[in-house]
């Protein structure tokens, strides 16, 4: 059966693609108007954008640095406005957007022979339990507004095109929670078939005291990926730690690797 699956997953690579946008422009804090601290700001924004275009096995190589120093160069365009985070402390605290010019970026890494993945990517199929209080149950947007932004946040930090289990009456007869964190994936693999996807993850988040932790595995070339986080860690930064192991595989496998030119 498993033989069967993955070669379906192959067969619907290119059907379940779509194309991400803004990978090159996002919003970060910055702790002033001022040079220093709008600089400062972007090179924290251009880290964001290379976390999710540089493929994960190029991401500590010596041009990624000399790129984040010169930061500033690589800017479109960029504009103030009022922070609303709650980690805003005073008034000099503000938000910035930053679009970076993607052309001149990835001419640098090309060049420099650095991987990247483009904006058609593949949707990953995301089964989550949630577990508060001993309880599971899958997670719903509607009924789970802080686990939703927390996982919004995560895909769009990442630049992952999540899409979810229906959860009609069928699939809920047939399937449960503990059925998708079972070891023996057979189930969750038959009921994901449906969703015609390349890339199935399963997760628990789950909440002890004030701290969230996470466990999940990736269903993915015929590889299962098993990864958890058992360290005391907010919502929002579990449920990133979790899709940027994803991002890490997917971009390893459809990211393209160029040469480095030769001069």
């Known amino acids: 059966m498993k ?12 059907l379940s693609a779509v194309e991400v946008e803004g990978l090159y422009e996002t919003e970060v804090l910055a702790d002033s108007r001022s040079v220093a601290d709008r600089n400062q700001a972007i090179r924290h924004a251009l880290q964001i954008v290379l976390n999710r275009v540089v493929i994960a096995h190029d991401q500590n190589t ?10 500033p160069l690589y800017v479109r365009e960029f504009q103030f406005s009022l922070g609303t985070d709650n980690a805003a402390k005073n008034r000099q605290n503000r938000l910035l957007r930053v679009r970076f ?11 420099g022979g650095v991987g990247l993945w483009n904006e058609i990517r593949p949707e990953t199929l995301l089964w989550l339990v949630v577990e ?15 686990v939703e932004f927390a996982l919004s946040r995560a895909a ?10 229906l959860l ?25 078939s449906r969703y015609d996807v390349v890339s199935i993850l399963t997760g628990r988040l789950y909440q002890s005291g004030q701290c969230w932790q996470g466990e999940w595995a990736l269903y993915f070339n ?31 496998y459809y990211g393209i690797k160029q040469a480095k030119e030769r001069r």
């Open 156 to 165: 769009r930090l990442t630049g992952l095109p999540l899409i979810f289990p």
């Open 62 to 71: 010596p041009l990624i640095k000399t790129a984040l120093e010169a930061a």
């Open 132 to 146: 508060k209080q001993g309880q599971r149950r899958f997670y719903q947007a509607d009924n789970m507004p802080e």
């Open 101 to 111: 010019d993607d052309n001149m970026l990835e001419t640098l890494f090309k060049n």
């Open 168 to 192: 009609d009456m069928e699939e809920q007869r047939f399937i449960t929670p503990n059925d998708v964190l079972s070891a023996d994936p057979k189930l969750l693999l038959d009921v994901s």
């Open 222 to 252: 015929q590889k299962i990926h098993q990864w958890g986080q058992d360290n005391c860690q907010t919502l929002e930064n579990a449920a990133l730690a979790g899709l940027q192991h994803v991002y890490n595989v997917l971009s390893n």
């Open 3 to 14: 033989q069967i699956f993955f070669a379906l997953l192959l067969f619907c690579q290119t």
